[in-house]
């Protein structure tokens, strides 16, 4: 028929939240696509389907929201396996269910309630095999501890890149940078950054700035650096996509705290320059091939980092000062 709708009829749920960017790095970490955003508005997919998040400064509380959807998917066992990993709770296991259908349910950081369930079938298909894992990037050779990384006064090169490289948690702020999937690097860093934006506007503006002790930098200040690193490793990532094995250079960060402006510096610019800029490096992140978390790029001709172990340095560093800060608040 002339002029006939192309678009099949859907029904699309659209989902109370009370912290738009907060609800989207979450909803991307375990899988879901942005398609647009606006103001209190976002819109994303998942395998096809679509979803609506609609921000509201009103809402109850995880724990009495009467909101919810339901997910159809060809595997529920496989989606409840990657969305776990992710971090989703678990409200029910996968079970098979009287109605026929292989359901489990999760919930998103505003209680709104998500059913998954699959049909059975009647012989079961054999599942595909575990993916390889994906190599870890080797670390470089061990440098002197004078020598400082990009992570802040009093760690060494050689401590920081093993931190983020190994299997093992960090004792200084309880990561395990390698346990994350790399896909889910990018909305990590968004939200880690968000929440440690949040921290320092919750913060009384004199504490924000009061240093504990002269060596140690106040929470203003760790939000300062946490804001530049961000950008300097969205660029990194930027570059090593598009050169091969560029010299990524020098930042010196102490410096940049040294001069004593960063405690002049507005708490709220900064912390929306954390979002901003770990937005930055969350879309960068996006656009990595599967084939590209290996490419390479050099700092200052002997340490090599891979786009993998940029993106967990990030996270490391975010998440790491995020305790600092807290930390300085307490002992200020």
Same mark, same amino acid.
């Given at each position: 028929?002339?002029?006939?709708?192309?678009?099949?009829?859907?029904?699309?749920?659209?989902?109370?939240?009370?912290?738009?960017?907060?609800?989207?790095?979450?909803?991307?970490?375990?899988?879901?696509?942005?398609? =647009?955003?606006?103001?209190?508005?976002?819109? $994303? +997919?998942?395998?096809?389907? *679509?979803?609506? /998040? #609609?921000?509201? &400064?009103?809402?109850?509380?995880?724990?009495?929201?009467?909101?919810?959807?339901?997910?159809?998917?060809?595997?529920?066992?496989?989606?409840?396996?990657?969305?776990?990993?992710?971090?989703?709770?678990?409200?029910?296991?996968?079970?098979?269910?009287?109605?026929?259908?292989?359901?489990?349910?999760?919930?998103?950081?505003?209680?709104?309630?998500?059913?998954?369930?699959?049909?059975?079938?009647?012989?079961?298909?054999?599942?595909?095999?575990?993916?390889?894992?994906?190599?870890?990037?080797?670390?470089?050779?061990?440098?002197?501890?004078?020598?400082?990384?990009?992570?802040?006064?009093?760690?060494?090169?050689?401590?920081?890149?093993?931190?983020?490289?190994?299997?093992?948690?960090?004792?200084?702020?309880?990561?395990?940078?390698?346990?994350?999937?790399?896909? =889910?690097?990018?909305?990590?860093?968004?939200? $880690? +950054?968000?929440?440690?934006? *949040?921290?320092? /506007? #919750?913060?009384? &503006?004199?504490?924000?700035?009061?240093?504990?002790?002269?060596?140690?930098?106040?929470?203003?200040?760790?939000?300062?650096?946490?804001?530049?690193?961000?950008?300097?490793?969205?660029?990194?990532?930027?570059?090593?996509?598009?050169?091969?094995?560029?010299?990524?250079?020098?930042?010196?960060?102490?410096?940049?705290?040294?001069?004593?402006?960063?405690?002049?510096?507005?708490?709220?610019?900064?912390?929306?320059?954390?979002?901003?800029?770990?937005?930055?490096?969350?879309?960068?992140?996006?656009?990595?091939?599967?084939?590209?978390?290996?490419?390479?790029?050099?700092?200052?001709?002997?340490?090599?980092?891979?786009?993998?172990?940029?993106?967990?340095?990030?996270?490391?560093?975010?998440?790491?000062?995020?305790?600092?800060?807290?930390?300085?608040?307490?002992?200020?």
């Amino acid at each position: 028929m002339s002029g006939a709708p192309t678009t099949p009829t859907a029904a699309v749920p659209v989902l109370p939240v009370s912290d738009l960017v907060r609800a989207v790095a979450w909803y991307e970490r375990i899988g879901f696509v942005v398609q =647009a955003t606006f103001d209190g508005y976002a819109i $994303l +997919a998942f395998d096809g389907t *679509e979803l609506h /998040l #609609a921000e509201f &400064d009103d809402l109850p509380g995880p724990q009495q929201t009467w909101s919810g959807a339901y997910l159809r998917v060809v595997d529920a066992d496989a989606v409840f396996a990657r969305w776990t990993a992710m971090g989703a709770p678990t409200i029910a296991v996968p079970a098979d269910q009287p109605y026929g259908i292989r359901e489990f349910a999760t919930e998103d950081l505003d209680g709104n309630l998500w059913r998954v369930g699959a049909p059975l079938a009647a012989d079961e298909p054999d599942l595909p095999a575990e993916p390889a894992p994906t190599p870890k990037p080797t670390a470089p050779p061990p440098l002197s501890t004078e020598d400082r990384a990009d992570g802040g006064p009093g760690t060494s090169d050689a401590q920081w890149f093993a931190i983020v490289s190994g299997d093992g948690h960090c004792a200084g702020c309880g990561l395990a940078p390698g346990e994350l999937h790399e896909r =889910a690097l990018g909305a990590e860093v968004r939200d $880690l +950054a968000h929440a440690f934006g *949040e921290d320092l /506007l #919750a913060a009384d &503006d004199e504490a924000v700035r009061r240093r504990p002790a002269p060596e140690t930098w106040s929470p203003l200040e760790y939000g300062v650096h946490v804001r530049d690193m961000l950008a300097v490793f969205a660029e990194r990532i930027v570059r090593m996509m598009a050169e091969h094995d560029p010299e990524l250079g020098w930042w010196d960060h102490e410096a940049a705290i040294a001069d004593g402006m960063a405690n002049e510096s507005d708490v709220s610019a900064v912390a929306d320059d954390l979002g901003r800029n770990a937005a930055k490096l969350s879309e960068a992140l996006r656009m990595v091939g599967d084939d590209d978390w290996s490419r390479t790029g050099t700092r200052r001709g002997t340490e090599r980092f891979t786009i993998e172990l940029a993106a967990r340095f990030a996270l490391h560093e975010t998440v790491h000062h995020r305790a600092d800060g807290a930390r300085a608040l307490l002992n200020g």
